[in-house]
Every structure is written in structure tokens, then in C-alpha cells.
């Protein structure tokens, strides 16, 4: 075996919260991908329905809808049910994908950190390497980056086909599906404009370092319970905590999830945002009102940015909490 190979990581070793293996297997650049699969679907099935109210309370105007019950009832009352799942069509092949690139990605960068002095020695792992906590961060960072320009066209289209409201029959839609929106922004912005405010996304994605050192510091805490009475398996533990790593995540990328599909959802003939600075400048100042205390300034303006809160903090527990429990159990299948 050369040295190259005996110092690479395992796979197991990369994993949150996963025990040390019996036998070292070298590491497979490839597994995490084909997990990230299985893992994008999960997401689908779970929250669509979620992104649908949540897209709709961002981007439609202020008073639209009074609060995420109102836009769901409104929604099931006008659309029917199916409206829920509007714009599915792109996420069942975009999600399979871009979650394919972020896990597996996630996985590779893991494996290279840990190479590359990022590690740490842990009792429990019989003195062996495990990635440390600013390790998984800087990886979720590096993944959330990767996935950015691949996901970004994709949640274009579905942004544009959620906000869509059931109009009168005598007017047309403004979009007849996801290639008419691919179609209708090409002929204003040329093929630039499928990728219009990618900066928005990148910024939103740096929050996956919160997402994934938050999964690993969450399984670590709940793994201090082995051996007493509140032990729990290691899927129940990945699930719990990608649960919690995902309200800790969305917490700090919500405000800039708010801008990017803003920007995302702006018209394709007439712009109303000129640059990602001057949608996070329009944003910050559309509920000012100079009448009013800084106090009263300050809370709509916070209130303004977590608009559709509640409904992604209803979406996200288990949406992610599935996602990642079916990611950490194809890795651990592929691991046997």
C-alpha cells in the first residue's frame, strides 16, 4: 500500500457522530454523490410544499396573504392541493442533482481538510484523526460555494412557477412552464440572465457552514447520551440533529434567501432591481417610515427580512432532518 494510501481517511471518519471502523477502507470520492441523491428526493417529497408558501410570503406584496396559515388555505382554496407541489417538475431532477453536488462535494472537502491539518484526535476514535468543528464548517462553506452556480438557474424557475396565482381564464399565464420561463428570459437577457444575481446565491450558501458544523456539533452532543438511559441509535441521533442544524441554518440564511428570491423572481422585461446591492438596499429601506421610532423602524425592517419564517421553520425540522438521516444511511450502507 503506498503512503498515499494509508493515509487517507476513511470514509466513516468523515461522517457526523459515525463510530471508528474495524478495518481502515480508503476513501471513495465518489459515494457521497450518489447519496446526495437519494438525499436531494427526500427533500422534495418533504418541504416542496413548504417552499411553496414560503416563496409565495416573500415575493408577493406585503398584505397579500395575512400570515403562513392565510397563504396556505387561500392557496388550497383557489389552486386545489396540487398547487402545493407548482414548479415540482424542476426540483425532482434539479434537486436529485444539486444535492448530489453539495453532499458529494461536502464529503470530498471533508476528506481533503482532514488531509490537510484540519483533523483532531479523539479518545473515542482509539487516538485516530476525525475532522474538527471549524473542519465541517469550512467544508459546508466550500460545498454551499460549489453548488451555487449549479442551483441557481434551477431555483429560478421554480421560484417563477411557485409565485405564480391562479388568474382569471381570459388572462394567460405569464409562464406556461419551466421551459417557457428558460424560454422568456433568454429572449430579454440573453443566457446571462438564467444565471441574473448569482452573487445572491453565493452569499446565501456560505451559510452551510452554519448548517454543517451545526450537524456535527449537534451530534456530538446528543452522542455524550450513549450509555445512558436516553442512548439513541445513530440514525435517530443524524436525524435530531440535521433537524436542529437546519433551524440553526436557515436562522442565519433566511434574510439572504429573502433577497435572492427577490431578485430571482423580478421581471425579466422590466427589472426592478438594478444589482444584488441595490435589492439588499430596496429591501432594507421599503418599510421605513420616517414617522415612526428608530424601535418601530428597526422590527419591521427585521420582520421585513424573516418574512415566511414560520413556514420554513415548519419545513426545515424535518425536511432536513430526513434529508440528512437518509444521506448519513446510504453512507453507512456503502460503508459495509
Known amino acids: 500500500m503506498s503512503a498515499a494510501e494509508s493515509s487517507a481517511p476513511s470514509p466513516t471518519s468523515l461522517r ?39 416563496t409565495r410570503l416573500q415575493c408577493t406584496p406585503p398584505g397579500t396573504y395575512n400570515g403562513a396559515w392565510n397563504c396556505f388555505t387561500t392557496t388550497m382554496s383557489k389552486e386545489g392541493a396540487r398547487a402545493l407541489y407548482k414548479g415540482a417538475s424542476v426540483p425532482a ?51 454551499g460555494w460549489t453548488n451555487a452556480a449549479i442551483a441557481h438557474p434551477t431555483e429560478m424557475i421554480k421560484c417563477r412557477l411557485q409565485l405564480q396565482l391562479v388568474q382569471p381564464s381570459s388572462v394567460p399565464r405569464q409562464y406556461a412552464g419551466p421551459v417557457d420561463v428558460v424560454r422568456q428570459t433568454v429572449a430579454a437577457q440573453g443566457a446571462r440572465g438564467m444565471w441574473r444575481g448569482l452573487a445572491a446565491s453565493f452569499i446565501y450558501r456560505s451559510c452551510f457552514a452554519a448548517m454543517f ?53 423580478d421581471s425579466v422585461t422590466a427589472p426592478r432591481f438594478r444589482s444584488v446591492r441595490d435589492a439588499y438596499a430596496q429591501t ?36 432536513n432532518a430526513a434529508a440528512l438521516a437518509v444521506w448519513e444511511g446510504v453512507m453507512r450502507w456503502a460503508d459495509k
Open 16 to 54: 457526523a457522530g459515525a463510530p471508528s471502523p474495524a478495518i481502515e477502507k480508503r476513501h471513495s470520492p465518489f459515494i457521497g454523490f450518489a447519496a446526495g441523491i437519494c438525499s436531494g428526493w427526500t427533500k422534495l417529497v418533504v418541504g416542496h410544499p413548504f417552499d411553496t408558501i414560503k
Open 213 to 265: 458544523g451545526g450537524f456535527e456539533l449537534c451530534n456530538r452532543a446528543l452522542a455524550r447520551l450513549d450509555g445512558s438511559r436516553y442512548e439513541m441509535s445513530v440514525g435517530t441521533r443524524n436525524f435530531l440533529a440535521g433537524g436542529m442544524a437546519s433551524n440553526l441554518y436557515w436562522f442565519t440564511a433566511l434574510p439572504l434567501d429573502q433577497v435572492k428570491n427577490r431578485i430571482m423572481v
Open 284 to 319: 432594507w429601506r421599503e418599510t421605513f417610515d420616517p414617522s415612526r421610532s428608530l424601535g418601530w423602524n428597526s422590527v419591521a425592517r427585521i420582520r421585513n427580512f424573516y418574512r415566511g419564517f414560520v413556514p420554513v421553520v415548519l419545513r426545515a425540522f424535518p425536511t
Open 93 to 143: 431532477v434539479s434537486w436529485g442533482i444539486t444535492d448530489s453536488i453539495l453532499m458529494g462535494s461536502l464529503h470530498n472537502y471533508r476528506a481533503w481538510l482532514l488531509a490537510h491539518g484540519l483533523g483532531e484526535r479523539t479518545p473515542s476514535l482509539d487516538g485516530k484523526q476525525r475532522l474538527s468543528l471549524a473542519g465541517h464548517s469550512l467544508a459546508g462553506l466550500f460545498a
